[in-house]
């Protein structure tokens, strides 16, 4: 409809057609390179299999461009599919948990089975994505698989199969270029095996749609609404999760982490023109095929001049400016958004100052104990005053991120009433992360001066790209969260061009990446300590702002607030916040997550004792976190970030839990 | 739990192997006393914490055992020659050696390599540090590891033993000039897979690369800046005339051997005509040492003999 309706502009359609003749004179171009054009059919079919161009071509080219179609599809079906259950376009197959779960079982594999890792590579990411999901889906059991329980539990399980896998990878060091080319989805084949284990699937995918199209449908009207009709709700959910599990379970079983296809395909289909259900599915299959293909082929021609850069990573690349700009032709609607009711603290004051305590219980514990060489020992006072010097300066360090993720973290769920909202989320602490990447690999030596400007450069790039682009909408929260993920795709997918290099610097920089305060000195935690203090003292100013803003747009504008000026204003010091805890813990974001959700379980309902309450929650958790990461593989240490996600996930899927009964 | 204790006790036994040793060496350490080393006190044996494993490798074959070093285990598997003594105590991860170990272990000096610059200013604290170390693949990787492993024998005080292992590599060197040199006018490939669809595929300024380059034979893709450039498998069949070195990879154990299951790689030229040869493991940020080691498989893979006669 949109495409008659403005034949004028350049609509996705005509966009999606034309990569998709580019992508096919390219393939042309590159087979007439290898053999004439009157030998395709029969190579195709019976190739001379003493000849290596014919070898090459039936056993190499074809499958590449096949696998290409094949994933992409698999992916746009599978991600419309998600779309539609979870309720939400920014879903996609890996929100619940399945490429994290395989790339975990790929790193601890190689790492302590490797002989497995040679055999059986596919096998085992398919078990791995498959565990991962069947967690994801016990855990939002009790809630009947709602929503929001699903992506919530799906968010907490990548969190920390990634937590875990950066442990992993830390600990077996350089022998990573393996597991970081299948991370960033490279289609390079050399068989038929992949496109034989997938091509039945993705059949089965096509063929069991259709049966769900109907039900699936009305699953975009809420959920009384589709029960009304007489819907078993519950088993279409679980129908069509399963299917469009197993699709992305199977795609990155055989290519690896394919990132943005499963987003973009289903998004595209919809600013295409697609509107009805089975539509979108054909047409997201359709794009999601072509999208891969285009973006694999224009891969291969840019081979000729610099190293091949593997197709998952660019499509995150290629994806996300097109998402950018079809999103701008989307209306903006301000949904209002049901708040989640919690008890609430009859004794605000006490509570703070109980948690509070328990705060300084915490410092006091991880200072004075310790293994050491002979076995564990606790401190005395003037022998823990020697060892202050390697343990105190992370400790605060520590202490200070966790502080500043609370805050930011807080803001970003209050703003935006979206308990699924992080810091992570809004692109800040991945673009911390390339600055970094950036400089270490660029710059021929790097201070922690340095390192600090090119932190706070790249969140302040990635800020500056959400907040110019959010402009238009008046940073409404939807909005803002999409071009948050769009923005933080595009970057992880260079992070994972960059990590796929190679090269030995890269190695070095994991360790920030994880979360380690390890190295930090005396007058680094004095500047964190001062930071966080300082953010703490301004945060108090905004409680007004956050405790009217969750209401809609619409009441507060009739309370007098500027709708632009206090979501950019909040925006800005959540953004400032959560890159200095970035730099001071790398982009492992789920203290920004966990902590407010934590402080308005025990009961902090306004803004500021929420925040002051979740900051102090924060600050316990990176404690917590960093004495375990020292003394728990003693000599071995564990990066804070790393320990925190690990014992943060658990802790956030119990409360969910709880809030069951 | 049950490995945390294990750790423990583990811990404690090296503690004590570690005393014994000390005992050892200090009978051991008179010869390098001559040296002399300006801060050690007199009669002790050099305390050196090595937190890099090239590094590592070039100080035993200096004929220093260093007393502390990251995951000595991996140092088994990624550099096996020259293993480490049993003595030697895990001081934690690569990126990360433990502070408070380091400490207990009070080493004279601690060499790294510039990736633990961010731990320098905690590093200085328990001993100096001899930071610049760096065995890691560039231009010249040869005459950096020279350069660099003369510089580590001179901060020790051992200049003698320094040279000697730069006379020992270069004489593995000329051997290899010599029974290599038949091969002269043939193209070599320098691979290593990463899992069954990619290899690394080294150039001139990896370890290897620089060794093969150092003795006289060509490289057969010559155009790769870094250590190495990964490649998808079906590209090396386009290498017609190479000989290919496959180095065994100690991630994917096995994988080289198994690449012959698969028909596309059956028909690259190198695999048809028998000229594929399948190396160990060597680091390749290893220095001098591995360049030896290298050097020796090679022989052995090319010309059967690893000529460890004399």
């Given at each position: 409809?949109?495409?008659?309706?403005?034949?004028?502009?350049?609509?996705?359609?005509?966009?999606?057609?034309?990569?998709?003749?580019?992508?096919?004179?390219?393939?042309?171009?590159r087979?007439?390179?290898l053999?004439p054009?009157?030998?395709?059919?029969?190579?195709a079919?019976?190739?001379?299999?003493?000849s290596?161009?014919?070898?090459?071509?039936?056993?190499?080219?074809?499958?590449?461009?096949?696998?290409?179609?094949?994933?992409?599809a698999?992916?746009?079906?599978?991600?419309?599919?998600?779309?539609?259950?979870l309720r939400?376009?920014?879903?996609?197959p890996?929100?619940?948990?399945?490429?994290?779960?395989?790339?975990?079982?790929?790193?601890?594999v190689?790492?302590?089975?490797p002989a497995?890792?040679?055999?059986?590579?596919?096998?085992?990411?398919?078990?791995g994505g498959?565990?991962?999901?069947?967690?994801?889906?016990l855990?939002?059991?009790?809630?009947?698989?709602?929503?929001?329980?699903?992506?919530?539990?799906?968010?907490?399980?990548?969190?920390?199969?990634?937590?875990?896998s950066?442990?992993?990878?830390?600990?077996?060091?350089?022998?990573?270029s393996g597991?970081f080319?299948?991370?960033?989805?490279?289609?390079?084949?050399?068989?038929?095996?992949?496109?034989?284990?997938?091509?039945?699937?993705?059949?089965?995918?096509?063929?069991a749609?259709?049966?769900?199209?109907?039900p699936?449908?009305?699953?975009?009207?809420?959920d009384?609404?589709?029960r009304?009709?007489?819907?078993?709700?519950?088993?279409?959910?679980?129908?069509?999760?399963?299917l469009?599990?197993?699709?992305?379970?199977?795609?990155?079983?055989?290519?690896?982490?394919?990132?943005?296809?499963?987003?973009?395909?289903p998004?595209l289909?919809?600013a295409a023109?697609?509107?009805?259900?089975?539509?979108?599915?054909?047409?997201?299959?359709?794009?999601?095929a072509?999208?891969?293909?285009?973006?694999?082929?224009?891969?291969?021609?840019?081979?000729?001049f610099?190293?091949?850069?593997?197709?998952?990573?660019?499509?995150?690349?290629?994806?996300?400016?097109?998402?950018?700009?079809?999103?701008?032709?989307?209306?903006?609607?301000?949904?209002p958004t049901?708040?989640?009711?919690?008890?609430?603290?009859?004794?605000?004051v006490?509570?703070?100052?109980?948690?509070?305590?328990a705060?300084?219980?915490?410092?006091?514990?991880?200072?004075?104990?310790?293994?050491?060489?002979?076995?564990?020992?606790?401190?005395?006072v003037?022998?823990?005053?020697?060892l202050?010097?390697?343990r105190?300066?992370?400790?605060?360090?520590?202490?200070?991120?966790?502080?500043?993720?609370?805050?930011?973290?807080?803001i970003?769920?209050?703003?935006?009433?979206?308990?699924?909202?992080?810091?992570?989320?809004?692109?800040?602490s991945?673009?911390?992360?390339?600055?970094?990447?950036?400089?270490v690999?660029?710059?021929?030596?790097?201070?922690p001066?340095?390192?600090?400007?090119?932190?706070?450069?790249?969140?302040?790039?990635?800020?500056?790209?959400?907040?110019?682009?959010?402009?238009?909408s008046?940073?409404n929260?939807?909005?803002?969260?999409?071009?948050?993920?769009?923005?933080n795709?595009?970057?992880?997918?260079?992070?994972?061009?960059?990590?796929?290099?190679?090269?030995?610097?890269v190695?070095?920089?994991?360790?920030?990446?994880?979360?380690?305060?390890?190295?930090t000195?005396?007058?680094?935690?004095?500047?964190?300590?001062?930071?966080?203090?300082?953010?703490?003292?301004i945060?108090?100013f905004?409680?007004?702002?956050?405790d009217?803003?969750?209401?809609?747009?619409?009441?507060?504008?009739?309370?007098?607030?500027?709708?632009?000026?206090?979501?950019?204003?909040?925006?800005?010091?959540s953004?400032?916040?959560?890159?200095?805890a970035?730099?001071?813990?790398?982009?492992?974001?789920?203290?920004?997550?966990?902590a407010?959700?934590?402080?308005?379980?025990?009961?902090?309902?306004?803004?500021?004792?929420?925040?002051?309450?979740?900051?102090?929650?924060?600050g316990?958790?990176?404690?917590c976190?960093?004495?375990?990461?020292?003394?728990?593989?003693?000599?071995?240490?564990?990066?804070?970030?790393?320990?925190?996600?690990v014992?943060?996930?658990?802790?956030?899927l119990w409360?969910?839990?709880k809030?069951?009964? | 739990?049950?490995?945390?204790?294990?750790?423990?006790?583990?811990?404690?036994?090296?503690?004590?192997t570690?005393?014994?040793?000390?005992?050892?060496?200090f009978?051991?350490?008179c010869?390098l006393?001559?040296?002399?080393?300006?801060?050690?006190?007199?009669?002790?044996a050099?305390?050196?914490a090595a937190?890099?494993?090239?590094?590592?490798?070039?100080?035993?074959?200096?004929?220093i055992?260093?007393i502390?070093?990251?995951?000595?285990?991996?140092?088994a598997?990624?550099?096996?020659?020259p293993?480490?003594?049993?003595?030697?105590?895990?001081?934690?991860?690569?990126?990360?050696?433990?502070?408070?170990?380091?400490?207990?272990?009070?080493?004279?000096?601690?060499v790294a390599?510039?990736?633990l610059?961010?731990?320098?200013?905690?590093l200085?604290?328990?001993?100096?540090?001899?930071?610049?170390?760096?065995?890691?693949?560039?231009?010249?990787?040869?005459?950096?590891?020279?350069?660099?492993?003369?510089?580590?024998?001179?901060?020790?005080?051992?200049?003698?033993?320094?040279?000697?292992?730069?006379?020992?590599?270069?004489?593995?060197?000329?051997?290899?000039?010599?029974?290599?040199?038949?091969?002269?006018?043939?193209?070599?490939?320098?691979?290593?897979?990463?899992?069954?669809?990619?290899?690394s595929?080294?150039g001139?300024?990896?370890?290897?690369?620089?060794?093969?380059?150092?003795?006289?034979?060509?490289?057969?893709?010559?155009?790769?800046?870094?250590?190495?450039?990964?490649?998808?498998?079906?590209?090396?069949?386009?290498?017609g005339?190479?000989?290919?070195?496959?180095?065994?990879?100690?991630v994917?154990?096995?994988?080289?051997?198994?690449?012959?299951?698969?028909?596309?790689?059956?028909?690259?030229?190198?695999v048809?005509?028998?000229?594929?040869?399948?190396?160990?493991?060597?680091?390749g940020?290893?220095g001098?040492?591995?360049a030896?080691?290298?050097?020796?498989?090679l022989?052995?893979?090319?010309s059967?003999?690893?000529?460890?006669?004399?």
């Amino acid at each position: 409809m949109i495409a008659t309706r403005d034949k004028l502009r350049i609509g996705p359609a005509s966009v999606i057609a034309l990569l998709f003749a580019a992508a096919l004179l390219s393939a042309a171009l590159r087979l007439s390179e290898l053999l004439p054009v009157q030998d395709w059919w029969q190579v195709a079919i019976n190739p001379d299999l003493n000849s290596y161009q014919q070898v090459l071509v039936h056993d190499s080219v074809l499958p590449r461009l096949l696998i290409a179609l094949v994933v992409g599809a698999a992916l746009g079906l599978s991600g419309t599919i998600f779309q539609q259950v979870l309720r939400t376009p920014l879903a996609d197959p890996s929100t619940l948990g399945v490429s994290g779960g395989a790339y975990l079982a790929l790193a601890m594999v190689t790492l302590w089975v490797p002989a497995l890792a040679v055999s059986a590579r596919e096998l085992v990411a398919l078990a791995g994505g498959l565990v991962a999901f069947a967690l994801v889906f016990l855990i939002a059991w009790p809630h009947r698989l709602s929503p929001v329980a699903l992506i919530l539990a799906g968010l907490v399980v990548t969190f920390v199969c990634g937590a875990v896998s950066a442990a992993v990878s830390l600990s077996y060091n350089m022998g990573m270029s393996g597991l970081f080319v299948w991370a960033s989805g490279s289609l390079t084949q050399n068989d038929w095996s992949a496109i034989v284990r997938l091509s039945p699937c993705v059949l089965f995918g096509l063929i069991a749609a259709p049966f769900l199209t109907r039900p699936l449908a009305l699953l975009s009207l809420n959920d009384d609404g589709a029960r009304s009709l007489g819907l078993p709700l519950f088993y279409v959910r679980l129908m069509s999760i399963l299917l469009a599990v197993l699709l992305a379970a199977f795609t990155v079983s055989a290519v690896g982490v394919i990132g943005f296809v499963g987003f973009a395909a289903p998004f595209l289909a919809r600013a295409a023109g697609a509107r009805q259900l089975p539509h979108r599915m054909l047409a997201s299959m359709v794009i999601g095929a072509i999208l891969l293909l285009a973006a694999d082929e224009g891969l291969q021609q840019a081979a000729r001049f610099i190293r091949e850069i593997p197709a998952g990573a660019a499509t995150g690349l290629l994806g996300a400016p097109l998402i950018a700009i079809f999103l701008r032709r989307m209306p903006v609607v301000e949904t209002p958004t049901s708040s989640i009711i919690e008890r609430r603290a009859r004794h605000p004051v006490l509570y703070l100052a109980a948690t509070a305590g328990a705060f300084l219980a915490l410092i006091w514990i991880s200072l004075s104990v310790g293994p050491s060489l002979d076995g564990w020992h606790f401190a005395s006072v003037s022998e823990a005053q020697l060892l202050l010097i390697w343990r105190l300066p992370r400790l605060a360090a520590a202490a200070a991120a966790g502080i500043l993720f609370a805050l930011s973290g807080t803001i970003v769920q209050r703003m935006t009433s979206n308990p699924m909202a992080s810091p992570e989320v809004i692109g800040v602490s991945t673009g911390a992360a390339l600055g970094i990447l950036l400089l270490v690999l660029l710059a021929p030596t790097f201070t922690p001066l340095s390192q600090l400007g090119a932190a706070t450069a790249g969140s302040i790039l990635s800020l500056i790209i959400v907040l110019v682009t959010g402009h238009r909408s008046r940073y409404n929260p939807d909005h803002v969260l999409l071009f948050g993920i769009a923005v933080n795709t595009a970057f992880a997918a260079l992070i994972a061009v960059l990590l796929g290099t190679g090269l030995p610097k890269v190695f070095g920089v994991l360790q920030w990446m994880a979360g380690s305060t390890y190295s930090t000195t005396p007058l680094q935690a004095m500047i964190a300590v001062a930071v966080a203090a300082t953010m703490l003292l301004i945060a108090p100013f905004f409680g007004r702002w956050l405790d009217v803003l969750p209401l809609g747009a619409a009441p507060s504008k009739s309370l007098g607030l500027r709708l632009s000026f206090s979501r950019g204003t909040l925006l800005l010091f959540s953004a400032i916040s959560a890159a200095a805890a970035t730099l001071l813990i790398g982009p492992m974001s789920f203290v920004g997550l966990m902590a407010p959700h934590i402080a308005r379980t025990l009961g902090f309902q306004r803004a500021l004792t929420h925040m002051l309450a979740a900051a102090l929650v924060g600050g316990a958790i990176t404690i917590c976190a960093d004495f375990i990461g020292r003394v728990a593989l003693f000599p071995n240490q564990l990066p804070v970030g790393v320990v925190s996600t690990v014992i943060g996930g658990p802790y956030f899927l119990w409360l969910m839990r709880k809030q069951v009964h | 739990m049950v490995t945390i204790n294990k750790m423990h006790l583990d811990v404690r036994i090296r503690r004590r192997t570690l005393l014994a040793s000390l005992a050892a060496s200090f009978a051991s350490g008179c010869s390098l006393q001559a040296a002399g080393l300006p801060q050690a006190p007199k009669g002790e044996a050099h305390r050196i914490a090595a937190l890099d494993w090239g590094i590592a490798a070039t100080l035993v074959a200096l004929g220093i055992v260093p007393i502390g070093v990251p995951a000595p285990a991996w140092y088994a598997r990624y550099v096996v020659d020259p293993s480490l003594p049993s003595s030697v105590v895990d001081v934690g991860l690569l990126f990360t050696p433990n502070f408070e170990l380091l400490q207990a272990l009070a080493p004279q000096l601690i060499v790294a390599t510039p990736a633990l610059q961010q731990a320098a200013p905690m590093l200085q604290r328990i001993a100096p540090v001899y930071g610049n170390l760096l065995f890691q693949p560039s231009p010249d990787v040869l005459d950096i590891a020279r350069r660099g492993t003369l510089a580590l024998a001179d901060k020790i005080g051992i200049r003698t033993a320094g040279e000697r292992l730069i006379e020992e590599t270069h004489r593995e060197l000329s051997i290899s000039n010599a029974k290599l040199s038949s091969q002269r006018d043939r193209a070599f490939l320098l691979a290593s897979p990463l899992d069954n669809r990619h290899v690394s595929l080294f150039g001139p300024n990896s370890l290897y690369g620089a060794v093969l380059q150092e003795i006289g034979l060509t490289l057969a893709e010559p155009n790769i800046a870094g250590e190495f450039n990964i490649v998808g498998l079906e590209r090396l069949g386009a290498y017609g005339n190479a000989e290919m070195i496959l180095l065994e990879s100690p991630v994917v154990p096995g994988m080289a051997a198994r690449l012959t299951e698969n028909r596309l790689w059956r028909t690259f030229p190198f695999v048809c005509k028998g000229r594929l040869h399948i190396l160990p493991a060597t680091l390749g940020s290893g220095g001098l040492p591995a360049a030896s080691r290298f050097l020796r498989l090679l022989r052995l893979a090319l010309s059967g003999d690893d000529g460890r006669t004399q």
